[in-house]
């Protein structure tokens, strides 16, 4: 089963642009590449996906290697509520093989006022 | 309108009891899903349910048994609590299975669960 590796945590500055980084070497072709963040006492909420180009939406952006072995969420200008766990997961083209899908502990992203 | 809601929100239960937990979406969605989250954080998935179908029944005991009246819903009962189930469950869909991992996954707030 293809796996994430994240920093356990980061910090950054309220108004400053983050770089949250993930690797994914085992990666196959079918999987796409989601991002969800959670925040204390919540679920996990959707940020973004791809597949192989980079996406963007209101939310964030999504910056994918062209061997697809790492990918890099982008928030442009962090706020003191996108403080959260930030989770890279990849989840296989046909959700019926999502056997022993375990999410990693993802990154703790600090935000300083 | 809350998309994916979970009741209930807080359960604590003796152990040896036997409790449910209800899970309804209003989007329309095929695909529904049962994960937990132990006390590390590690968020593991459970149970798929698509179109009422059981797809996934991923290293669950027997004591846990999902129920889905139809595609709206995805219940979750658990039979003789232990000390280890204690732990936050989570309901999520998604939109159909064939081409789940290209769609996102919406999950509720969580059931958390605490037996004594």
């Known amino acids: 089963d293809a796996k994430t590796t994240q920093p356990n945590s980061m910090e950054s500055n309220e108004e400053e642009p983050v770089h949250l980084p993930c690797n994914h070497s085992?990666?196959?072709?079918?999987?796409?590449i989601h991002w969800y963040r959670q925040l204390p006492s919540q679920g996990p909420e959707y940020v973004i996906h791809?597949?192989?180009?980079?996406v963007n939406n209101r939310m964030a952006s999504l910056a994918i290697a062209e061997d697809r072995k790492s990918s890099t969420l982008i928030l442009h200008r962090a706020t003191l509520r996108d403080a959260a766990v930030y989770y890279c997961?990849?989840?296989?083209?046909?959700?019926?093989?999502?056997?022993?899908?375990?999410w990693g502990l993802g990154t703790s992203l600090g935000v300083n006022p | 309108d809350t998309a994916v809601s979970q009741t209930p929100k807080y359960l604590v239960t003796q152990m040896g009891n036997d409790k449910s937990i209800k899970c309804e979406q209003n989007?329309?969605?095929?695909?529904m899903y049962w994960y937990k989250q132990d006390s590390k954080k590690f968020l593991k998935i459970m149970f798929s349910y698509n179109n009422k179908e059981l797809i996934i029944n991923e290293t669950v005991p027997n004591r846990f048994s999902p129920k889905s009246p139809d595609k709206a819903h995805l219940n979750l009962h658990i039979n003789s609590l232990e000390l280890g189930d204690s732990a936050v469950y989570f309901c999520?869909?998604?939109?159909?299975?064939?081409?789940?991992?290209?769609?996102?996954?919406?999950f509720g707030d969580g059931t958390r669960l605490s037996i004594l």
């Open positions: 997961i990849l989840f296989p083209y046909n959700a019926g093989n999502n056997r022993k899908l375990i």
């Open positions: 085992t990666i196959s072709g079918t999987d796409y």
């Open positions: 989007l329309g969605h095929d695909t």
């Open positions: 791809g597949l192989t180009s980079n």
């Open positions: 999520a869909s998604s939109q159909d299975l064939a081409t789940g991992g290209g769609q996102p996954q919406h």
